[in-house]
């Protein structure tokens, strides 16, 4: 069962303040380290008794008592801590001589059970047997008042990784010392979470400092903010520790700023909604271009938990699970068996084997464009009896603000017929992207529709005319610039459904730099634009006649091709996992089918 508890003073230094922060947010627990900015070993015991009485009233239980014990070096011992590394002992003066039993008094005046300890400041030479002499008088010390020490990895102590932490506990036998868990110490150290390891010692892991680090700022920051897969560590703990212990996440804010309170109060806000959470566990295949796309959707998204990475270049699978703090898997099919979801971000041609292997499996996927490239593909998906409710195809573009609002509005206004459409990528690609890749290869790619038109031919298609057959006017393809791949890099097309005429046109060839990919909708009484770099950036519409109107709908601005829509995608599809309820833009793999059929048909075209 697992609590939720915050270390006081990053709260406040004022304890009024503390306990109001408390029972605004509803939170029963608090972990003690510093009062009015004295640390908790140098308040008079009176004083304590004042505090445990005010607490008691107030129906605050205490968690942990955060104290310094070992945050020191032994007698004849220089410690050798790096000196631009701070040791913050929080106001802990020094040591004297009854320092350690003085600690255990106060915690039992406050009725705790957990007392949190170090490993001495780093210092060469350092060996797990030096601790020995004091560890067995705080050992004896918890007998005498039944407590539990709580072991801390901390950076500018001697046990600061999981594996010294897994050695500790293999020569330290007494129950009375258990483990105080603190991923975001990790992080700020290079390291990451080793689950093969934190699986040795999770038993004795009773408290966990949850404390978020982001990388690219090297700085904690406000939890939930940073770059550690808290969802991830929340499962494997709810999995591991048994329903009848206790788990204490204990907030420590550590986010720097003046405003300890807001920060502390988004950190807990965001602490409970990962515990309360019901998430869909993801695994992502293929660790290429797209794949920071898909994971930071996935982190983003309170329901959804990258679980684990798979690709065929293991090195480049390990720095994404170290870097995404997820699992590296060393096959496909473990990926599968751990996952309820299987992103699949890998070369074309591939798609289909893999989609195969997941619905063997019974387990959903979420493969990016185009989902296969040809008819025979096509078939081999389509003998699974689930394929229409378990594989779906990434077409983001769909939930791009623009294109929804476009698509609301038309639904909500009679503009009459659809006239003309047209739809144009203008994008640029140099000769690096193609040089040792896959894109441009026609056996892998398909062609550049199946990459770069996909998402613009996939918006045109939902206005062609249902139970009627597309007419193709006319279909050209030709490389303008890049004169060395095996498909295009400029298509033009024209064709007909029903009174409509549709214009496409899709190059990668409009050098220096991308250019734009907009939709023209010419209706009888009005008129729509969609532009941006990806159908992400304005839709403009204009009613004709006496109800001349203009309509303006500017949103968020992407420099990626691949817009913002992956995000709310992510969300709808863990929606429909948890709950049954499927959005309307979410691409099956029958729709996605329809898509590969046409372009197909295009190509044939363009080849007579």
Same mark, same amino acid.
């Given at each position: 069962?697992?609590?939720?508890?915050?270390?006081?003073?990053?709260?406040?230094?004022?304890?009024?303040?503390?306990?109001?922060?408390?029972?605004?947010?509803?939170?029963?627990?608090?972990?003690?380290?510093?009062?009015?900015?004295?640390?908790?070993?140098? %308040?008079?015991?009176?004083?304590?008794?004042?505090?445990?009485?005010?607490?008691?009233?107030?129906?605050?239980?205490?968690?942990?008592?955060?104290?310094?014990?070992?945050?020191?070096?032994?007698?004849?011992?220089?410690?050798?801590?790096?000196?631009?590394?701070?040791?913050?002992?929080?106001?802990?003066?020094?040591?004297?001589?009854?320092?350690?039993?003085?600690?255990?008094?106060?915690?039992?005046?406050?009725?705790?059970?957990?007392?949190?300890?170090?490993?001495?400041?780093?210092?060469?030479?350092?060996?797990?047997?030096?601790?020995?002499?004091?560890?067995?008088?705080?050992?004896?010390?918890?007998?005498?008042?039944?407590?539990?020490?709580?072991?801390?990895?901390?950076?500018?102590?001697?046990?600061?990784?999981?594996?010294?932490?897994?050695?500790?506990?293999?020569?330290?036998?007494?129950?009375?010392?258990?483990?105080?868990?603190?991923? +975001?110490?990790?992080?700020?150290?290079?390291?990451?979470?080793?689950?093969?390891?934190?699986?040795?010692?999770?038993?004795?892991?009773?408290?966990?400092?949850?404390?978020?680090?982001?990388?690219?700022?090297?700085?904690?920051?406000?939890?939930?903010?940073?770059?550690?897969?808290?969802?991830?560590?929340?499962?494997?703990?709810?999995?591991? %520790?048994?329903?009848?212990?206790?788990?204490?996440?204990?907030?420590?804010?550590?986010?720097?700023?003046?405003?300890?309170?807001?920060?502390?109060?988004?950190?807990?806000?965001?602490?409970?909604?990962?515990?309360?959470?019901?998430?869909?566990?993801?695994?992502?295949?293929?660790?290429?271009?797209?794949?920071?796309?898909?994971?930071?959707?996935?982190?983003?998204?309170?329901?959804?938990?990258?679980?684990?990475?798979?690709?065929?270049?293991?090195?480049?699978?390990?720095?994404?699970?170290?870097?995404? +703090?997820?699992?590296?898997?060393?096959?496909?099919?473990?990926?599968?068996?751990?996952?309820?979801?299987?992103?699949?971000?890998?070369?074309?041609?591939?798609?289909?084997? %893999?989609?195969?292997? &997941?619905?063997?499996?019974?387990?959903?996927?979420?493969?990016?464009?185009?989902?296969?490239?040809?008819?025979?593909?096509?078939?081999?998906?389509?003998?699974?009896?689930?394929?229409?409710?378990?594989?779906?195809?990434?077409?983001?573009?769909?939930?791009?603000?623009?294109?929804?609002?476009?698509?609301?509005?038309?639904?909500?206004?009679?503009?009459?017929?659809?006239?003309? &459409?047209?739809?144009?990528?203008?994008?640029?690609?140099?000769?690096?992207?193609?040089?040792?890749?896959?894109?441009?290869?026609?056996? %892998?790619?398909? +062609? $550049?529709?199946?990459n770069q038109g996909t998402h613009l031919i996939d918006i045109m298609m939902q206005h062609f005319e249902s139970n009627k057959k597309t007419e193709i006017l006319s279909?050209?393809?030709?490389?303008?610039?890049?004169?060395?791949?095996?498909?295009?890099?400029?298509?033009?097309?024209?064709?007909?459904?029903?009174?409509?005429?549709?214009?496409?046109? &899709? $190059?990668?060839?409009?050098?220096?730099?991308?250019?734009?990919?907009?939709?023209?909708?010419?209706?009888?009484?009005?008129?729509?634009?969609?532009?941006?770099?990806?159908?992400?950036?304005?839709?403009?519409i204009h009613l004709f006649g006496n109800d001349n109107k203009e309509f303006i709908y500017d949103t968020e601005i992407s420099d990626s091709v691949y817009g913002y829509?992956?995000?709310?995608?992510?969300?709808?599809?863990?929606?429909? &996992?948890?709950?049954?309820?499927?959005?309307?833009?979410?691409?099956?793999?029958?729709?996605?089918?329809?898509?590969?059929?046409?372009?197909?048909?295009?190509?044939?075209?363009?080849?007579?």
């Amino acid at each position: 069962m697992s609590k939720i508890s915050i270390i006081n003073d990053e709260i406040s230094d004022d304890i009024k303040e503390v306990v109001r922060f408390l029972k605004e947010h509803d939170l029963n627990y608090v972990e003690l380290r510093s009062i009015n900015k004295e640390n908790i070993i140098n %308040i008079p015991l009176p004083k304590i008794k004042e505090y445990a009485k005010y607490l008691q009233k107030n129906r605050i239980n205490v968690s942990c008592i955060s104290s310094p014990l070992l945050k020191w070096h032994p007698k004849n011992v220089k410690s050798v801590v790096d000196k631009n590394s701070k040791v913050d002992q929080f106001n802990f003066k020094e040591k004297y001589n009854n320092t350690n039993e003085t600690i255990f008094q106060i915690a039992d005046i406050f009725k705790v059970e957990y007392i949190r300890i170090f490993s001495y400041l780093k210092y060469e030479d350092f060996k797990l047997s030096h601790l020995n002499f004091e560890l067995e008088e705080l050992i004896d010390l918890a007998e005498k008042y039944d407590k539990l020490l709580l072991i801390e990895n901390e950076p500018v102590c001697n046990i600061d990784t999981i594996d010294e932490l897994a050695a500790f506990v293999a020569i330290c036998k007494s129950d009375r010392v258990q483990i105080l868990f603190d991923p +975001g110490n990790l992080y700020k150290q290079g390291s990451d979470i080793n689950y093969d390891k934190l699986s040795e010692i999770k038993n004795k892991i009773r408290y966990i400092h949850a404390k978020d680090y982001s990388l690219m700022q090297k700085k904690y920051v406000i939890f939930g903010h940073g770059d550690i897969n808290y969802k991830k560590l929340v499962s494997f703990f709810s999995n591991s %520790i048994n329903s009848d212990d206790d788990l204490f996440y204990s907030i420590e804010t550590h986010a720097g700023g003046d405003d300890k309170y807001s920060n502390s109060s988004i950190s807990v806000n965001n602490l409970k909604e990962m515990l309360g959470a019901q998430r869909v566990k993801y695994g992502i295949v293929g660790c290429g271009r797209i794949f920071k796309k898909h994971a930071l959707s996935i982190k983003d998204d309170k329901n959804s938990e990258l679980v684990g990475v798979f690709d065929i270049d293991m090195q480049k699978a390990r720095e994404k699970a170290s870097e995404w +703090g997820c699992s590296c898997y060393g096959s496909l099919d473990e990926l599968i068996n751990s996952v309820d979801v299987v992103n699949i971000c890998t070369p074309h041609n591939t798609h289909t084997q %893999i989609i195969e292997e &997941v619905l063997k499996n019974g387990k959903k996927c979420l493969c990016e464009k185009p989902g296969c490239i040809n008819v025979a593909d096509m078939s081999k998906i389509k003998k699974y009896k689930r394929y229409k409710s378990d594989a779906f195809v990434v077409y983001q573009n769909r939930f791009n603000k623009p294109v929804l609002e476009f698509k609301n509005f038309i639904e909500k206004n009679k503009l009459g017929e659809l006239l003309y &459409v047209f739809g144009s990528v203008r994008w640029f690609r140099d000769r690096e992207y193609y040089a040792n890749s896959w894109q441009g290869k026609k056996h %892998i790619e398909g +062609g $550049m529709l199946f990459n770069q038109g996909t998402h613009l031919i996939d918006i045109m298609m939902q206005h062609f005319e249902s139970n009627k057959k597309t007419e193709i006017l006319s279909s050209f393809r030709e490389k303008i610039y890049h004169k060395n791949i095996d498909t295009e890099d400029i298509f033009l097309a024209q064709f007909r459904s029903g009174k409509s005429i549709f214009n496409l046109e &899709v $190059m990668v060839s409009a050098a220096p730099c991308n250019l734009e990919s907009s939709l023209l909708f010419i209706f009888e009484k009005g008129r729509a634009i969609i532009g941006g770099n990806s159908l992400n950036g304005f839709l403009n519409i204009h009613l004709f006649g006496n109800d001349n109107k203009e309509f303006i709908y500017d949103t968020e601005i992407s420099d990626s091709v691949y817009g913002y829509g992956h995000k709310t995608l992510i969300k709808k599809l863990s929606e429909y &996992v948890l709950g049954g309820k499927r959005d309307d833009n979410l691409v099956d793999f029958e729709e996605a089918c329809m898509r590969v059929k046409f372009m197909n048909e295009l190509y044939d075209a363009s080849d007579k």
